[in-house]
C-alpha cells in the first residue's frame, strides 16, 4: 500500500506549477478514478513518452576527486560500445525497468567493492508532440552532473545523500526527441539518483481532496476523512509543534522558527484557511502548548514562553522560562516537548547529539527526560533516551516517551518514564551522579518498553503521543493512544495494560495515506484529530513535503480489535463489534508469532528467537464481542503477532485491520 501511495504521487505530480497560483484548478469526474485523474491531469500536463533508462559503470572514482574527468560514455551514446572502466574492466550500457519519478539506485555493478569509489551514466530519451517547457526537481546521492539536450544545467560536486528536491529547473522541451545525460559520482554508502516533475503540493492536494471523496482508496476512509488544511505559497509548513487554543484555531510551530495561527481550518474542504505569523526567530521549536495566554515551545537551548502584550494578535514578548539543559551545538540535539502530566508538571525530553552514527551526551542532560518548574529549575528524571521525539501521557496521567531505531535502541519503541530510570542507552549515564540517582547498571538495569512497534510493519520513526479524551467523537477508541510515524505517513493506535505493576500492551494499524510523515498530534475540541507532518532531512511517504491535516471521524464505526490483554497462557481479545462466533472459533482465521530483540550498540536489531505458536483453544465470550485464545509456548519477554484475517462480524464484514502486536514482559499469573 505505501508504495502504491508513492506512485500514485509521482504520477500525479506531472501538474504545472503555476495552475494553483492562477487559482485555475479544474476537476474532470470521469467513471473511474484513474480516468478522473487522467482527464484532470490532460489539461495541465503536457505529451511526454519518458522513455528507458540506460546506465553505464561503474567507472573509477578513487579518492573522489574525479568529479570532472570525462569518460567516453559522456561524450557518446551507443548501445553497441564496450569501454573500459574502473580497474579496466569492460562496461556497456544496460536496459533499466524503471518509471520516470522514483529514485534509481545505481548499486547494480557486482560486489560492495564495486559500487564503491565509483561513477555511473543514466541516459534516456523524452519524446513531445510540441515544444512545452517542464519544471523538474531532482537530487542524488553523492556528487551530479545532469545534461538536458547537451546543455549541462547541474554541476554539484558533493558529498551528500539523496534528497530530490536539492535542484529544481525548467527544462525547455523540444518537439520531438529529447535527451538526458546524467552522471553520478560516488564514494561510500548509497549511490542514488531521483528525478520527478515539479508540482505546488497545494495542488495536489486539491485534485487528492476529490478524488478521495469519488473513489476512495482504502477501507479507512469509510471511518475516518482526512482534510488537508492549505497554507499559503510562501509558507514552509514543516511542522514542528501543535496545539489548539481555547477557542479551537490550532496553533503551529515550524522547525524554521515560526508559529502560526489558523484560521478556517475547521472548513470542508479548508484550502481558504489564513495563516497569521505570532513568533518568528525561533530555533527548531519541537514542540508547542498554549497557556496561560501564550505559547510555550522547546527551542534546542531553552523553553521560551511568547506572548501577546499589546492585544494586536502577534506575539511581542518573548521570555526565557528555562535554560537549564545544555547545548553544544551538535546537528542532533533537539529538544522536545512540552507536555504535561495530570499534575499540571512541564515534561520535556532531550535528544542525544549525534557523532558519525552513534549518540553523544556531552552536556546535561543529553537523552534525559525532565521536569522544568514554575520557577524554571530543571528536575531530571530518568536517561537513556536517544531520539525521544514523542512524548505524553496516559489516561492515568503517567508520561510516555517514544523512540527511533538506532544505535542501543532496538527498534521503535514506547516507553514509561519514572524517576530513576535507564532506558538503553548508555551515552548518558554520565549524569546520574548529577542527578543524585544511582548510576545504572548498564547489563542489569535496562527498563524495557511497554511496546515495542515491529520495525517496517508499524513504521520506521515513531513520533509523537496524543490520548483519546474525546469521550467517542474520534470513534470507539477512548483512553487508548495514538501515535504518529514520521517515516510512514501513519498514525498507529495503542492499548496499554499493567501486569505486575509495569505498563505493556499493543499496537494496531489505525490510518495511512497521509499527506506526509506525520510529526506532531493534537485533538480539537470537536474530537477531531489535526495532523502536523514534515519530512526535511528525514524523508518520508507522502505526497507533499509538510503540511497540516485535520481527521475527522465519519461516525462509522470500524470493527476492529478494541483490546488485547494478556491472559497466564494467552490473550483476550475484545472487538467493537459482535462477532461471528463460527470464525471466531475456527483455528485458521488466526495464526500467532512471537519474537525479541537484541539490545546492541548497533543500528537496530533484527527480530531474534522467532518461534510459530500453535492455538490449541478458542472461547468466545456470550456477548460475542471478545474472546480467549490460547497458545501452545507462550512465552514472557517477547512480542507477539496476532492475526486474525479470517475473523467477520456478524454482518460478514473482515476485521480492518486484522494485526495487533502485544509486547509481553510479564505474564499474568491469573
Not at 552514527?357 to 556531552?362: C, D, P, R, Y
Not at 514509561?416 to 540517582?437: C, F, K, N, Q, V
Not at 507533499?544 to 471521524?553: A, S, T
Request: with cysteine; proline share 6%.
Amino acid at each position: 500500500m505505501k508504495r502504491m501511495v508513492l506512485i500514485v504521487a509521482v504520477l500525479i505530480a506531472m501538474l504545472s506549477e503555476s495552475a494553483l497560483a492562477q487559482d485555475e484548478f479544474n476537476y474532470v469526474k470521469r467513471d473511474t478514478r484513474d480516468a478522473t485523474r487522467d482527464a484532470t491531469l490532460s489539461q495541465y500536463v503536457p505529451t511526454l513518452d519518458w522513455r528507458p533508462w540506460w546506465v553505464i559503470g561503474p567507472f573509477d572514482n578513487t579518492g573522489m576527486d574525479k568529479h570532472d574527468v570525462v569518460y567516453p560514455a559522456e561524450v557518446e551514446f551507443d548501445r553497441e560500445a564496450t569501454y573500459a572502466g574502473k580497474d579496466g574492466r569492460p562496461v556497456s550500457w544496460q536496459e533499466l525497468d524503471q518509471p520516470f519519478g522514483l529514485p534509481v539506485n545505481l548499486k547494480i555493478f557486482g560486489d560492495e567493492e564495486d559500487n564503491l569509489n565509483g561513477i555511473a551514466y543514466l541516459y534516456r530519451e523524452v519524446v513531445s508532440d510540441q515544444a512545452t517547457t517542464l519544471t523538474v526537481e531532482m537530487g542524488s546521492d553523492d556528487g551530479l552532473k545532469f545534461w538536458f539536450n547537451g546543455e549541462l544545467l547541474v554541476d554539484a560536486d558533493l558529498y551528500r545523500g539523496l534528497s530530490p528536491s536539492d535542484h529544481r529547473l525548467t527544462l525547455d522541451v523540444k518537439e520531438g526527441v529529447n535527451t538526458v545525460l546524467v552522471k553520478v559520482t560516488q564514494g561510500v554508502g548509497g549511490w542514488e539518483y531521483q528525478i520527478q516533475t515539479f508540482i505546488d503540493s497545494r495542488l495536489l492536494a486539491r485534485l487528492e481532496y476529490h478524488l478521495d471523496r469519488d473513489f476512495p482508496v482504502s477501507p479507512e476512509a469509510l471511518h475516518y476523512q482526512m482534510l488537508s488544511v492549505l497554507e499559503p505559497d510562501d509558507v514552509a509548513l514543516e511542522v514542528g509543534g501543535l496545539d489548539v487554543m481555547p477557542d479551537g484555531r490550532p496553533i503551529v510551530a515550524t522547525r524554521r522558527g515560526d508559529v502560526f495561527i489558523v484560521d478556517g481550518a475547521y472548513d470542508d474542504p479548508p484550502f481558504d484557511a489564513t495563516f497569521t505569523r505570532f513568533a518568528t526567530g525561533l530555533h527548531e521549536p519541537l514542540g508547542a502548548r498554549w497557556r496561560d495566554g501564550g505559547v510555550i515551545l522547546a527551542q534546542r537551548g531553552e523553553l521560551t514562553k511568547v506572548t501577546d502584550e499589546d492585544g494586536d494578535g502577534v506575539g511581542d514578548f518573548y521570555e526565557t522560562l528555562s535554560d537549564a539543559w545544555g547545548i553544544s551545538g551538535n546537528y542532533h540535539e533537539y529538544a522536545f516537548g512540552p507536555k504535561y502530566d495530570n499534575d499540571g508538571r512541564t515534561w520535556v525530553t532531550l535528544n542525544v547529539g549525534f557523532c558519525g552514527s552513534m549518540g553523544k551526551s556531552i552536556v546535561p542532560w543529553r537523552g534525559w527526560a525532565v521536569i522544568v518548574d514554575d520557577d524554571g529549575t530543571l528536575t531530571p528524571v530518568c536517561g537513556g533516551l536517544r531520539s525521544p521525539n514523542g512524548l505524553g501521557r496516559n489516561v492515568d496521567g503517567e508520561m510516555f516517551y517514544t523512540d527511533n531505531q538506532g544505535d542501543w535502541v532496538e527498534t521503535n519503541k514506547l516507553s514509561h518514564l519514572s524517576p530513576g530510570d535507564w532506558h538503553g542507552h548508555p551515552s548518558s549515564t554520565g549524569w546520574y551522579e548529577s542527578a543524585d540517582m544511582p548510576t545504572p547498571n548498564t547489563a542489569t538495569d535496562y527498563k524495557v518498553p511497554a511496546v515495542w512497534f515491529p520495525y517496517d510493519r508499524m513504521g520506521r520513526s515513531a513520533s509523537d503521543i496524543e490520548l483519546d479524551t474525546t469521550g467517542g467523537a474520534f470513534g470507539p477508541f477512548q483512553d487508548q493512544l495514538f501515535v504518529g510515524d514520521q517515516y510512514s505517513a501513519i498514525i498507529m493506535r495503542v492499548f496499554l495494560e499493567q501486569v505486575g505493576g509495569e505498563y505493556q500492551g499493543a499496537c494496531f494499524p489505525f490510518l495511512e495515506g497521509l499527506d506526509c510523515g506525520v510529526n506532531r498530534l493534537r485533538f480539537a475540541p470537536d474530537g477531531s484529530l489535526f495532523v502536523g507532518m514534515t519530512n526535511r532531512g528525514w524523508w518520508s511517504y507522502g505526497q507533499r513535503p509538510w503540511g497540516l491535516q485535520r481527521v475527522v471521524y465519519t461516525g462509522v464505526e470500524p470493527f476492529e480489535m478494541h483490546e488485547v490483554r494478556a491472559m497466564p497462557n494467552g490473550f483476550e481479545i475484545t472487538f467493537t463489534d459482535d462477532v461471528d462466533v463460527t470464525t471466531v472459533e475456527d483455528v485458521s482465521s488466526w495464526s500467532s508469532a512471537s519474537f525479541r530483540h537484541e539490545h546492541r550498540e548497533q543500528y537496530g536489531s533484527p527480530e531474534i528467537d522467532q518461534m510459530d505458536h500453535r492455538i490449541t483453544r478458542i472461547d468466545v465470550a456470550e456477548d460475542q464481542r471478545s474472546c480467549r485464545i490460547v497458545l501452545d509456548g507462550f512465552r514472557a519477554g517477547y512480542v507477539y503477532e496476532i492475526h486474525a484475517p479470517g475473523v467477520r462480524n456478524t454482518s460478514g464484514a473482515p476485521l480492518l485491520h486484522p494485526d495487533a502486536y502485544y509486547t509481553l514482559n510479564r505474564r499474568p499469573t491469573n
